[in-house]
């Protein structure tokens, strides 16, 4: 009986760490609500750390509320994060080094970080794949095939990110082309509590 006893709380020594590790994973979720629907995305914090804070900081700062998507190209990507409907740029915080090589790829429905040529300029803007962009994956540590950043992914939503492919677009503000003709607002992102723990009996 003591022998059975000692086995059972040697499996609790060795199982309550595991238990203990997977609520410190929990991946962190984000509510996008926009004047065309809301999505849920969640967070890869495991493989993009660096991003997905930066991604947070600007979050919890309101900096993404009443901003716009200004680019989406049908089979592409949809962009935003940066302007608000009257086309005003919003605060940039110091750019995020690259995480492109996380192993993470731009498949549909998936969110990574906006730059420019540097793969290390990323600073607000981000956008969700509507397809899979092979060509936007990481390649190779060089100049050309860095890659871009994906950080998440859509869990919830989907619906909405496909209607947005019957918005007509064309000029709008600074930009000559690819801006929705009806603007899609990001009224608010906000932090999603985390999922309850289911309880096994």
Known sequence: MQRLALCWILVCALLLPSLFAQA???????????????MIVEL??????????????????????????????????????AYTPNYEARPMRATVQ????????????TIAMARDYDPNSATNQ???????????????????YWGYTVFGRVTEGMD??????????????PFDKDVPKTQIIINKISIEPPPPVVQVA
Not at 24 to 38: E, K
């Open 160 to 173: 909405v990110l496909d209607r947005l492919h019957a918005i007509q677009t064309g000029p709008g503000g």
């Open 44 to 81: 890869d914090a495991v493989k993009a750390p660096r991003t997905v804070e930066n991604f947070l900081s600007y979050v919890r700062a309101g900096t993404y509320d009443g901003t716009i998507f200004h680019r989406m190209i049908n089979d592409f990507v949809i962009q935003g994060g």
């Open 24 to 38: 410190d994973t929990t991946a962190p979720r984000v509510r996008i609500q926009t004047n065309q629907g809301d």
């Open 98 to 109: 690259t995480e492109s090589s996380n192993g993470l790829k731009n498949e549909r429905g």
């Open 126 to 144: 981000f956008f969700i794949n509507l397809a899979d962009n092979k060509f936007l994956n990481f390649h190779a540590p060089k100049a050309g």
